[in-house]
């Protein structure tokens, strides 16, 4: 193989490294946000469980002063019942203590379901404490990983780059131009084998020329279809 092929396949292999941690390294606000995402989420569940909470609480004491003002009505009422000489309107006060009587009773159910509903949701919002202080446990965690991730690549990157500068070094000047711009255009992939008279780059077939050069392999050859370099797989 040409020296300047196995350079530039190096070369590229290293290119190939940088590429993909970089893109590795540009997702990581993505997963930071699909992390605090999830937390939110815990967080959400928690308060929408303790506001239900407290609505369960207001309506029970608007319940108990309902019951209560109704309560002191029927005891008015019984008073003015006792007091009253008029056979019409004891009887209209007997017929409104009584509905009186069967509101309180409507009431003291419903008060009755609030309390079993309170007890349930005190559950509810314990499990949504336990989620939410678990989900900010892992949290803190995945944001952990993620910055030493994210450290790593950029020493690795650091590593790469300073290695990939040696190599560029000993590449011919015109040669390296071709390649980095062949690498930029044409999807990380500039020096491509070429197998059955075919580049593996854009898959079409080659003139028997241009086999031939690859196959003597003495001198760089372009894919006349896409430009790529090529070389003979061994
Ligand atoms: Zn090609």
Same mark, same amino acid.
């Given at each position: 193989?040409?020296?300047?092929?196995?350079?530039?396949?190096?070369?590229?292999?290293?290119?190939?490294?940088?590429?993909?941690?970089?893109?590795?390294?540009?997702?990581?606000?993505?997963?930071?946000?699909?992390?605090?995402?999830?937390?939110?989420?815990?967080?959400?569940?928690?308060?929408?469980?303790?506001?239900?909470?407290?609505?369960?609480?207001?309506?029970?004491?608007?319940?108990?002063?309902?019951?209560?003002?109704?309560?002191?009505?029927?005891?008015?009422?019984?008073?003015?019942?006792?007091?009253?000489?008029?056979? =019409?309107?004891?009887?209209?006060?007997?017929? =409104?203590?009584?509905?009186?009587?069967?509101?309180?009773?409507?009431? =003291?159910?419903?008060?009755?379901?609030?309390?079993?509903?309170?007890?349930?949701?005190?559950?509810?919002?314990?499990?949504?404490?336990?989620?939410?202080?678990?989900?900010?446990?892992?949290?803190?965690?995945?944001?952990?990983?993620?910055?030493?991730?994210?450290?790593?690549?950029?020493?690795?990157?650091?590593?790469?780059?300073?290695?990939?500068?040696?190599?560029?070094?000993?590449?011919?000047?015109?040669?390296?131009?071709?390649?980095?711009?062949?690498?930029?255009?044409?999807?990380?992939?500039?020096?491509?084998?070429?197998?059955?008279?075919?580049?593996?780059?854009?898959?079409?077939?080659?003139?028997?020329?241009?086999?031939?050069?690859?196959?003597?392999?003495?001198?760089?050859?372009?894919? =006349?279809?896409?430009?790529?370099?090529?070389?003979?797989?061994?």
């Amino acid at each position: 193989m040409l020296k300047e092929i196995e350079q530039l396949l190096v070369l590229q292999d290293r290119d190939r490294k940088i590429r993909a941690l970089q893109t590795e390294l540009k997702l990581a606000p993505t997963e930071r946000k699909d992390f605090e995402d999830k937390l939110g989420v815990g967080t959400r569940q928690l308060e929408a469980a303790k506001l239900r909470a407290k609505e369960i609480e207001v309506e029970r004491k608007k319940l108990e002063n309902e019951a209560e003002s109704k309560r002191t009505t029927i005891a008015k009422y019984n008073t003015q019942k006792f007091q009253t000489r008029k056979n =019409e309107e004891f009887q209209a006060l007997t017929h =409104e203590i009584e509905r009186y009587e069967r509101d309180v009773r409507t009431i =003291e159910d419903r008060e009755l379901e609030l309390m079993e509903s309170a007890e349930q949701q005190k559950q509810t919002v314990a499990e949504a404490e336990t989620a939410a202080a678990d989900a900010k446990a892992q949290f803190a965690r995945q944001i952990q990983y993620l910055d030493e991730k994210i450290a790593a690549i950029n020493s690795q990157l650091g590593e790469l780059a300073a290695e990939r500068e040696r190599l560029a070094g000993r590449v011919d000047e015109d040669l390296l131009d071709t390649y980095n711009r062949l690498f930029r255009s044409k999807s990380d992939q500039a020096v491509v084998a070429f197998e059955h008279d075919v580049c593996t780059g854009c898959h079409m077939k080659l003139t028997a020329s241009t086999s031939a050069k690859v196959r003597a392999g003495k001198e760089i050859t372009h894919c =006349e279809q896409c430009g790529r370099i090529l070389y003979r797989q061994d």
